[in-house]
């Protein structure tokens, strides 16, 4: 792409196994790369999709993997599902428990059933001394004090993780904080209307800050309506910059810095990113 300045970028999540991205998915990696993402998180919501997930991380150097049960798939968790993830968060290249947490808007599974797997993915995380991916619609409440409960009592080491697409206010945010969370931010932030939301990022320290786009859903402006894909994360780089009042290149290191000191990502292209497991030459 010409004109576009060199950046480096990580997308910290994407959905890439999903139909949206069957015809075209190795383009679709191409164009990020072109775009200056230099790596990918692609998120697991299902037993199934996290098996997906590794799959694409086993064949692609870009690619990392997150494993874990959606509050909508929630309904179906037990022992056998805490097995299931327990092994495939045994892959190199699998940097996080999610996407997990509690979705108080569609209630597809019934909100016992979402606390009660939320919870046990969270102490999952703490025995596997990975971060967590959070997802939060509609439960701030719910989602807090489980997640206090977590990181306070049961004191889990380091960097506990990221609660993605935030969408609480201002006092939610200071709480996460203060917690050791990461905040992740995703197309809205780019929309005319936003600005509640850009008022709050500008709240938010840039080195506590995640770009993400959610691919293929919440498209940044200018392409609304159209599948999302992870090269647009400089977009939302580019917009929450501007906010930040930050030059691109600056913000966009600090991003990937982040990304890197949560997920425990190399700072450099390994021999294991190049050859990673399962993939000959």
């Not at 959070?134 to 609660?163: F, K, S």
């Not at 990022?201 to 293929?216: F, H």
Request: charged share 25%.
């Amino acid at each position: 792409m010409m004109g576009i300045v060199p950046l480096q970028l990580i997308d910290t999540h994407v959905h890439l196994d999903l139909t949206e991205f069957e015809n075209d998915r190795e383009t679709v990696i191409a164009r990020a790369r072109e775009s200056g993402v230099t790596r990918m998180i692609t998120v697991g919501v299902t037993l199934e999709t996290s098996q997906a997930a590794t799959s694409l991380a086993d064949t692609h150097p870009s690619i990392y993997a997150a494993v874990g049960v959606h509050p909508h798939a929630a309904r179906h968790w037990d022992e056998s599902a805490r097995d299931t993830l327990r092994d495939l968060a045994a892959h190199p290249k699998v940097v996080a428990i999610g996407e997990i947490g509690l979705d108080y808007y569609r209630d597809r599974s019934p909100r016992a059933d979402q606390r009660r797997a939320f919870r046990a993915q969270l102490d999952l995380a703490s025995e596997l001394g990975k971060p967590v991916i959070v997802h939060d619609r509609e439960a701030h409440d719910d989602l807090l004090q489980i997640l206090t409960a977590w990181a306070v009592e049961r004191r889990y080491p380091g960097q506990r993780g990221v609660v993605h697409c935030f969408s609480g206010d201002g006092n939610m945010a200071q709480e996460l904080l203060g917690l050791g969370f990461y905040l992740g931010f995703d197309g809205p932030v780019t929309y005319k209307n936003a600005k509640q939301l850009r008022a709050l990022v500008e709240q938010i320290p840039a080195d506590r800050i995640l770009v993400e786009t959610d691919s293929p859903f919440l498209t940044p402006h200018p392409h609304r309506g159209q599948r999302n894909e992870p090269a647009h994360v400089r977009l939302v780089a580019e917009a929450i910059a501007e906010i930040h009042q930050m030059d691109l290149p600056a913000f966009a290191g600090q991003t990937t810095q982040n990304a890197r000191n949560l997920f425990a990502m190399p700072t450099a292209t390994s021999s294991a990113e190049e050859n990673p497991p399962g993939r000959k030459g």
